[in-house]
């Protein structure tokens, strides 16, 4: 089973990376073209904007859907012979529900 965790967390040191060079070089570019105040104005917009994305990717405030892959993870771990789970998401309290069934096909 593949180790999800690990995986995200990959992905999440990779688009940080990416967003520190790609900062890193708009910022030596506006030195380089510091007469140009158009561009400066830009390139502080495209910052600001990397900045946006940096923040979205250290937190991840949608879903927490790594801490149920991890239950998944230890269910599985503990019977390698379950099918499925079965997991309800609540954000109030009432009995008026939605229903969502979702067949996952592993790659081959």
Do not use: C
Not at 49 to 70: C, G, M, S, T, Y
């Amino acid at each position: 089973m593949k180790d999800y965790n690990a995986l995200n967390n990959k992905f999440v040191q990779n688009g940080l990376v990416i967003i520190q060079s790609l900062s890193t070089e708009i910022s030596r570019f506006k030195i380089d073209r510091i007469t140009d105040k158009f561009l400066l104005k830009f390139l502080d917009y495209v910052l600001s904007e990397l900045d946006k994305v940096k923040i979205a990717i250290e937190n991840n405030p949608r879903f927490i859907w790594v801490q149920i892959q991890e239950e998944i993870d230890r269910l599985y771990a503990l019977d390698k012979s379950i099918t499925g789970i079965t997991v309800q998401l609540d954000w109030k309290q009432g009995g008026n529900r939605a229903f969502y069934k979702l067949e996952i096909h592993r790659g081959k």
